[in-house]
């Protein structure tokens, strides 16, 4: 009998609850409502040393370390000396000053716990670190004997000079980066962009031209400094000085990067790698980052093949045909000249022909037709909604602050961009895609073994032969 009671207050208790059960069904994640982001960009301070030197600071004292960043105006390698920057960069750090040799700074780098790298590209020479605040005076007073009094001893630069020879050597041993360094050879001729080391250009570089280039780009005009971490402004400035202030302007002209060469005539290049797969990239000419098309262009190109399984070279190439594990795309806009736009995949040798035409077809379509609204609407969703994520710490923003910085490019950049890919509509992507994809005009590389491929290569035009062989 007292079962029976139990059991007849149970179901009462239920029929009661029942209808407010139902009333609290949660919503579908569909139908919740999504706000605008509303992100600015987080709070920095700008200041400016007595000799021109400017400087960044991000203050966020929830951990007791910093982080610094400094770039400095650099010139491309000279075309017989491909390499320069990069052994004397690795040289400098590895090798020390004169008063503190590279293993002595080493461990005093090590004991501190601290970081110091430094490294070069085709316009600058960058040093990057990290430390505990309480270690930062220390740190810094480092990077100064470098810059002042760099030992550069030549075992280090024979070393190094060893290192990049073996690289040669073994440069055409991954066929992915082989068909990626051929595009760009193609793509950039005769350009810094293009341009590759050679035992030639290595054997004529010598310790007096790493001094010289040490002294052509450590100086006060065109330098950017910035801080991130546990420090204060007044803190940032005295360090600053003592670090930086004794820089002086050089009336010497650093040279920046030559006019680029007229753009490539489309056609197919094939380099022979007995491999059994074939690795292929196509594309052109972009745009530079001036172009009133570069926010377009980016979500352009996520849509396309830059945003992993959401875009439609994935979906198409590798989900719904089966023909490929990697396959996607990039469009990039650098500042100082037209970049390209490559889409690029691998696939059995036995299948290279057929995914280079769903490749080739993939693009005509979407640039006759751009996305579809609802390609549009997920990509541009996704990408606003992860943009703050390029900007989730302090040394993030501290890095983007200082690459503006040294640009001359407005601060609220980030902040800017982020509300013009808002304000972005399906129209304006499918009109980037109409005028900034140009399937008629490709480049065409593939790296593997033809004679196994399921289709020749002169359906796809005249094939030129990229000579792959090693001295």
């Given at each position: 009998?007292?079962?029976?009671?139990?059991?007849?207050?149970?179901?009462?208790?239920?029929?009661?609850?029942?209808?407010?059960?139902?009333?609290?069904?949660?919503?579908?994640?569909?139908?919740?409502?999504?706000?605008?982001?509303?992100?600015?960009?987080?709070?920095?301070?700008?200041?400016?040393?007595?000799?021109?030197?400017?400087?960044?600071?991000?203050?966020?004292?929830?951990?007791?370390?910093?982080?610094?960043?400094f770039?400095?105006?650099?010139?491309?390698?000279?075309?017989?000396?491909?390499?320069?920057?990069?052994?004397?960069?690795?040289?400098?750090?590895?090798?020390?000053?004169?008063?503190?040799?590279?293993?002595?700074?080493?461990?005093?780098?090590?004991?501190?716990?601290?970081?110091v790298?430094?490294?070069?590209?085709?316009?600058?020479?960058?040093?990057?670190?990290?430390?505990?605040?309480?270690?930062?005076?220390?740190?810094?007073?480092?990077?100064r004997?470098?810059?002042?009094?760099?030992?550069?001893?030549?075992?280090?630069?024979?070393?190094?000079?060893?290192?990049?020879?073996?690289?040669?050597?073994?440069?055409?041993?991954?066929?992915?980066?082989?068909?990626?360094?051929?595009?760009?050879?193609?793509?950039?001729?005769?350009?810094?962009?293009?341009w590759?080391t050679?035992?030639?250009?290595?054997?004529?570089?010598?310790?007096?031209?790493?001094?010289?280039?040490?002294?052509l780009?450590?100086?006060?005009?065109?330098?950017?400094?910035?801080?991130?971490?546990d420090?204060?402004?007044?803190?940032?400035?005295?360090l600053?000085?003592?670090?930086?202030?004794?820089?002086?302007?050089?009336?010497?002209?650093?040279a920046g990067?030559?006019?680029?060469?007229?753009?490539?005539?489309?056609?197919?290049?094939?380099?022979?790698?007995?491999?059994?797969?074939?690795?292929?990239?196509?594309?052109?000419?972009?745009?530079?980052y001036?172009?009133?098309?570069?926010?377009?262009?980016?979500?352009?190109?996520?849509?396309?093949?830059?945003?992993?399984?959401?875009?439609?070279?994935?979906?198409?190439?590798?989900?719904?045909?089966?023909?490929?594990?990697?396959?996607?795309?990039?469009?990039?806009?650098?500042?100082?000249?037209?970049?390209?736009?490559?889409?690029?995949?691998?696939?059995?040798?036995?299948?290279?022909?057929?995914?280079?035409?769903?490749?080739?077809?993939?693009?005509?379509?979407?640039?006759?037709?751009?996305?579809?609204?609802?390609?549009?609407?997920?990509?541009?969703?996704?990408?606003v909604?992860?943009?703050?994520?390029?900007?989730?710490?302090?040394?993030?923003?501290?890095?983007?602050l200082?690459?503006?910085?040294?640009r001359?490019?407005?601060?609220?950049?980030?902040?800017?961009?982020?509300?013009a890919y808002?304000?972005?509509?399906?129209?304006?992507?499918?009109?980037?895609?109409?005028?900034?994809?140009?399937?008629?005009?490709?480049?065409?590389?593939?790296?593997?073994?033809?004679s196994?491929?399921?289709?020749?290569?002169?359906d796809?035009?005249?094939?030129?032969?990229?000579?792959?062989?090693?001295?």
């Open positions: 009998m007292k079962n029976v009671k139990l059991i007849y207050i149970f179901a009462l208790v239920v029929l009661i609850l029942a209808p407010n059960v139902e009333a609290k069904k949660p919503k579908r994640y569909q139908d919740v409502p999504i706000p605008t982001l509303d992100w600015k960009l987080p709070q920095h301070q700008e200041y400016r040393l007595p000799n021109g030197i400017e400087g960044l600071l991000v203050e966020d004292h929830e951990v007791a370390m910093v982080d610094f960043y770039k400095f105006n650099a010139p491309p390698d000279p075309s017989d000396k491909v390499g320069l920057g990069e052994i004397t960069a690795w040289a400098l750090r590895q090798g020390g000053s004169v008063n503190i040799p590279g293993d002595s700074l080493n461990d005093i780098i090590e004991f501190t716990a601290s970081g790298y430094i490294w070069t590209d085709d316009e600058a020479i960058s040093i990057w670190g990290n430390c505990l605040s309480e270690h930062l005076p220390t740190i810094l007073s480092l990077v004997e470098l810059i002042d009094l760099p030992a550069y001893p030549q075992a280090k630069i024979d070393l190094k000079r060893g290192t990049m020879l073996e690289e040669i050597r073994r440069k055409n041993d991954q066929p992915q980066w082989v068909a990626s360094r051929e595009f760009y050879k193609l793509m950039y001729p005769n350009h810094p962009w293009g590759e050679s035992e030639n250009s290595l054997s004529t570089i010598s310790r007096d031209d790493l001094l010289t280039y040490h002294n780009v450590f100086r006060a005009d065109g330098c950017v400094i910035g801080f991130s971490g420090l204060t402004l007044d803190r940032a400035l005295e600053s000085r003592q670090t930086f202030g004794h820089l002086t302007q050089s009336e010497e002209e650093i990067l030559p006019s680029l060469p007229p753009p490539p005539a489309p056609g197919v290049h094939y380099g022979h790698k007995e491999v059994n797969q074939a690795y292929i990239y196509i594309g052109h000419r972009s745009i530079r001036d172009d009133p098309r570069r926010i377009a262009s980016e979500i352009m190109n996520y849509i396309l093949g830059g945003g992993g399984f959401q875009s439609i070279l994935m979906k198409r190439i590798r989900v719904d045909a089966g023909l490929t594990y990697a396959v996607g795309s990039r469009f990039t806009t650098p500042v100082e000249g037209e970049g390209v736009f490559r889409a690029g995949a691998s696939t059995r040798l036995d299948q290279s022909g057929r995914t280079l035409e769903l490749l080739r077809k993939t693009i005509i379509e979407y640039a006759a037709n751009g996305p579809m609204l609802e390609e549009f609407n997920k990509a541009r969703d996704a990408f909604n992860s943009y703050v994520w390029e900007y989730d710490s302090s040394i993030k923003i501290l890095g983007r200082v690459y503006l910085k040294w001359h490019l407005p601060l609220d950049t980030p902040q800017l961009d982020l509300a808002q304000k972005l509509t399906r129209d304006d992507v499918k009109r980037a895609a109409q005028e900034l994809l140009h399937p008629d005009d490709m480049l065409i590389v593939v790296v593997g073994d033809k196994k491929m399921d289709r020749p290569l002169e796809f035009g005249a094939v030129q032969e990229i000579n792959l062989s090693q001295p």
